[in-house]
């Protein structure tokens, strides 16, 4: 079983007590950042630190001092592209993954600036609904597009890995998956998945309860959670695209003209990908 | 390689609209005494034929209902019975997985089942617990066994059977069930209403084959994805790839194969047979393995496919992938085994209809015409 | 990050061009206009395409506001001319008032290290002294882009007649003396006719070009905010194709050669004896501009139902 990731708020005593585990680190203050990569280096192995920036993506001030540390930046806004041209310089030598929200439609196109100029990135889902026709084409540019450009999540993540015979959950980009990821908060209580988090859902508390989780049922029940689809019998159930969708959009209202036409092409194109990745032509004769 | 359908018990814990085994209201289970003799009659079998095997599919009614324990006297039955043959008799489970448990799974593991073959039904009041068919209960208890054997790391497929409320929404269900399990795809099966059906749930071929017919360019389209989905890839294998794969019941070769025993050890031609009780071939109490497969009764459907080229299926192109369906199917309409079965109807329209259109291929599967020489001896 | 409205090419336009020119293997764009810097993301779009390693090209006017101009300098004052450069069209300064003197003098200050000079002739009384005078002051590149102002058929526009193309060679001689005395050299843009020279001029600028004489005309392929593509500015009107049609710039190129093999293979050149001329078989001279024999069609009655469509 591979190990799971702790995903976690940046706190000394609580990292005091995450000794030798591989650790996710929230913040929201950039100038943390090579405080935190000190800090969690020495007994740790850092996965990456999770800048949740309070400001837009072009006003955050890159340092190259970052250059060796994973980065993963989340901003709710792209900002105006003439802040972020001294910038490009220094973004394209740090390890970094930006993500931006899906909430504003000029993030869309921060995206395909950023890829295209060979920073990897992605979209995340905010809190308004969802613009599904931008989203298909940011998808399809992310897929099909026959230029150099840098992944764009979570479509790049979901047609690298997708299998004809497994169901695929992108929620592994956001850190979001329980099978690889757990999330705690300061009091150490330890929830399978952000929105538990927030939603004070937790499965245990105390550092010491992480190593039984795994056995708990409602693990079991939480990563298999695509049988409570299935059995609720809800629009998602009978969704062509549901193996890479995984119900997470039921609360949609018009899911036959928005999400279900976007995951359908998305599923399309993922196989489209696979195929292309799988296809090795007729063999050669060896010489 | 000899197929065994074995009901050790009939009776079920659910009250499917379209089974045929619960209206036989058979409360039996088949005692120890006699599920020893069965053992040691397949490992006579054995013994004396050294090229076969035997595939062992328990079946019900609902197995599970047997219990872990049940399992695991036939396990020892088994070690203790057929010591040098028990590695050429390969057991499969058919179960509803409504009250499938860990330990009734460990035993199926040391059986060396690896897969169970099930059947769900999305639409509601179809598959489900007492009279009123309860079908949010039995689709909760079904999760919970396929939670259970996705731990367990058991596969496991589904039939679905196609009913008249099937018709309504074939996408919607052929999703559903390549949702549910995208590791073994379903095989689409129509409905047998034979006898005093009453709720009206029976489809024509032509319906069956329309039901068929909205899936199957989907599944063509997307080949790779819905990979298994039957019959589509088993035609295809057939017409495309020249690689004859046939059912018991297109084969025309389940007659000296078959076997079902019941929880008395009544023998019969299959599981379909047994629960229309025809073709009986005697008791295991009184006859050996190989008697019962070479009952005589087994050459009425020999003769079947001799008759069947020069009359019913005369100049049928579909001939070589159907052999005239299933014999018991024929026998349950025309009280004779001498006839194709109704399904045949449905295959036929449905190559012509939509297989052959969407893939662009031409099935070519007709009856080999025998010469007959004429010699002039005066 | 502003967007752009739909009078001016969008950020995610942008973009699919600069991917249209990456798959063609195509890592030079022009951007014009209109007044390209009059767009509000220019100074945007121009360093997107250089983080993108294009080499962008810039066809201004040279008048931009103060505003622009900061921001410019700003952000493109230090790029060197591989990744940026410029052509300013100068007018003459008679015809130019004191304020666009003012701001094509701000402009050159800042950017004529990276800026061409070019003259578009519409009237044959023209001058080309003052781009003498700009090139020293404002170290421009010396050479001189000299374009010909063509028809564009169904607009009435300022252009020299067919008959008075001889007129015009013979004016432009009267500065080769000079060009080739400050070392500065010229190109002629599309359209130019060869035989509106003799022999003995076309000696003269052969040496004042260089050797790089061209009296080609062909498809130059402009893109509109829109995502229209035209085949050059005289032809803007004339077969739009969307550039979501073509799989790269090499279709794009194929399609319009073909229209305008077909224009020369229906209608010759723009005078009469183009027909036979050995020097347009041969490949040195296309006949002149295009438009003008859109325009001798369209002023004809029509012969195919095709040759209307143009």
């Known amino acids: ?41 020495k007994h740790n192995k850092l996965h990456a630190i999770q800048l949740n920036s309070p400001i837009a993506l072009s006003s955050i001030t890159f340092k190259k001092e970052w250059k060796n540390i994973p980065l993963c930046v989340y901003s709710s806004e792209f900002g105006g592209f003439k802040n972020l041209i001294p910038k490009l310089d220094i973004l394209n030598k ?16 921060g995206i395909r600036i950023l890829s295209s100029l060979g920073i990897a990135c992605g979209l995340f889902f905010g809190d308004r609904p969802i613009d599904w026709e931008s989203l298909n084409d940011l998808m399809h540019h992310a897929i099909y597009s026959q230029t150099n450009h840098a992944p764009i999540e979570p479509f790049s993540y979901v047609a690298s890995n997708y299998d004809t015979s497994e169901y695929i959950d992108y929620n592994f980009v956001y850190f979001n998956n329980a099978t690889r990821y757990l999330h705690l908060n300061e009091k150490e209580q330890i929830a399978l998945c952000y929105e538990d988090l927030i939603n004070r859902n937790f499965i245990s508390t105390g550092v010491e309860s992480i190593e039984s989780i795994i056995h708990k049922q409602e693990y079991e029940y939480h990563i298999n959670s695509r049988y409570d689809v299935m059995l609720s019998m809800n629009e998602c159930a009978f969704c062509p695209a549901f193996r890479i969708c995984l119900g997470k959009f039921s609360e949609e209202d018009d899911k036959q003209n928005g999400c279900q036409v976007f995951f359908s092409d998305f599923l399309d194109a993922a196989e489209h990908f696979y195929k292309r990745k799988n296809n090795t032509g007729n063999k050669l004769w060896q010489l | 390689m000899a197929v065994v359908i074995f009901k050790a018990i009939e009776k079920c814990n659910s009250n499917c609209i379209y089974c045929d085994v619960i209206k036989k209201h058979q409360d039996k289970i088949m005692d120890y005494d006699l599920l020893k003799l069965i053992f040691i009659r397949m490992n006579e079998y054995l013994l004396d034929n050294h090229d076969k095997n035997i595939t062992f599919t328990w079946h019900g009614g609902e197995v599970c209902l047997l219990g872990a324990e049940y399992f695991k006297i036939a396990l020892d039955i088994q070690n203790e019975f057929c010591p040098t043959t028990k590695s050429r008799i390969k057991h499969q489970v058919q179960s509803n997985l409504t009250i499938i448990n860990q330990e009734i799974i460990n035993v199926f593991k040391e059986l060396g089942i690896n897969q169970i073959g099930t059947s769900f039904e999305p639409i509601p009041k179809i598959r489900g617990f007492g009279i009123k068919r309860d079908s949010k209960a039995y689709n909760h208890k079904f999760m919970e066994g396929i939670r259970l054997l996705a731990k367990n790391e058991i596969r496991w497929g589904v039939i679905y059977v196609v009913h008249k409320k099937s018709l309504e929404i074939p996408l919607e269900i052929f999703y ?5 399990n995208i590791n073994s795809s379903p095989n689409f099966n129509q409905i047998k209403t034979f006898g005093d059906y009453k709720h009206n749930l029976g489809i024509t071929g032509e319906e ?10 989907v599944w063509f389209k997307n080949i790779d994805r819905y990979p298994n989905i039957q019959p589509f890839a088993r035609l295809m294998r057939n017409v495309r790839d020249k690689e004859m794969s046939l059912l018991c019941e297109t084969s025309g070769e389940c007659n000296y194969e078959w076997l079902y025993i019941g929880p008395e050890g009544q023998t019969s031609q299959c599981g379909r047979s047994g629960d229309y009780n025809v073709l009986s071939y005697g008791n295991l109490n009184d006859y050996t393995f190989e008697q019962i497969l070479n009952n005589n009764n087994r050459d009425l459907l020999t003769d079947r496919q001799s008759v069947l080229p020069k009359t019913d299926c005369i100049d049928c192109r579909f001939w070589g992938i159907c052999h005239g369906g299933c014999p018991l199917d024929a026998y349950m309409v025309n009280h004779d085994f001498k006839h194709k079965s109704p399904s045949c109807d449905a295959l036929k329209i449905f190559m012509e209809k939509y297989f052959e259109p969407v893939t662009g291929l031409y099935a070519d599967f007709m009856p080999v015409k025998q010469t007959i020489s004429k010699i002039n001896i005066q | 990050m502003e967007d752009s409205d739909s009078d001016f090419l969008s950020w995610d336009n942008l973009i699919y061009i600069a991917d249209f020119h990456e798959i063609s293997n195509e890592r030079h764009i022009a951007l014009l206009g209109g007044e390209p810097t009059l767009h509000p993301n220019f100074v945007e779009f121009v360093s997107y395409l ?25 952000f493109l004052s230090e790029m060197s001319i591989e990744k940026l450069s410029f052509t300013c069209n100068l007018n003459h300064p008679d015809i130019s008032t004191t304020t666009e003197l003012d701001k094509i003098d701000k402009f050159l200050n800042t950017f004529g290290h990276l800026t061409t000079p070019g003259i578009n002739l519409f009237a044959l009384d023209f001058d080309i002294s003052y781009i003498l005078k700009a090139i020293n002051i404002y170290n421009l590149k010396p050479h001189i882009r000299v374009g010909l102002a063509h028809p564009i058929p169904g607009e009435a526009n300022s252009t020299i007649s067919i008959e008075d193309l001889p007129r015009l060679a013979k004016q432009f001689l009267s ?80 399609f319009y050669d073909e229209i305008h093999t077909k224009i020369r293979s229906e209608s010759g050149g723009i005078f009469e004896n183009c027909n036979d001329c050995i020097h347009r078989d041969a490949g040195l001279c296309k006949g002149g501009c295009i438009a003008h024999l859109i325009n001798n069609v369209n002023n004809e009655v029509p012969t195919t139902p095709k040759e209307v469509n143009l």
């Open chain 1, 94 to 109: 740090l390890n970094i993954r930006i993500f931006l929200s899906s909430d504003l439609k000029e993030n869309f196109t």
């Open chain 2, 208 to 217: 069956f084959a329309d039901f068929l017919g909205v899936i199957f360019p």
């Open chain 2, 176 to 180: 559903y069930l390549t949702n549910l």
């Open chain 3, 50 to 74: 250089i983080a993108r390693n294009f080499h962008v090209h810039v066809f201004t006017s040279g008048i931009l506001t103060d505003e622009k101009l900061k921001e410019a300098c700003k």
């Open chain 3, 175 to 254: 500065f080769a003396r000079d060009l080739s005395r400050l070392k500065i050299t010229f190109g002629f843009d599309c359209g130019m006719p060869l035989c509106i020279f003799s022999d003995e001029q076309l000696g003269v600028l052969y040496k004042s070009s260089n050797g790089k004489l061209s009296f080609k005309c062909g498809p130059a392929i402009d893109i509109g905010p829109d995502m229209m593509l035209w085949s050059c500015f005289p032809l803007s009107n004339f077969h739009k194709k969307s550039i979501f049609d073509f799989n790269s710039l090499q279709e794009v190129k194929s």
């Open chain 1, 1 to 41: 079983m591979i190990e799971q990731i702790l995903v976690t708020p940046y706190n000394e005593e609580l990292l005091e007590k995450l000794k030798q585990k591989t650790l996710v680190v929230k913040t929201d203050d950039q100038d943390k950042i090579q405080l935190i990569h000190r800090g969690v280096s």
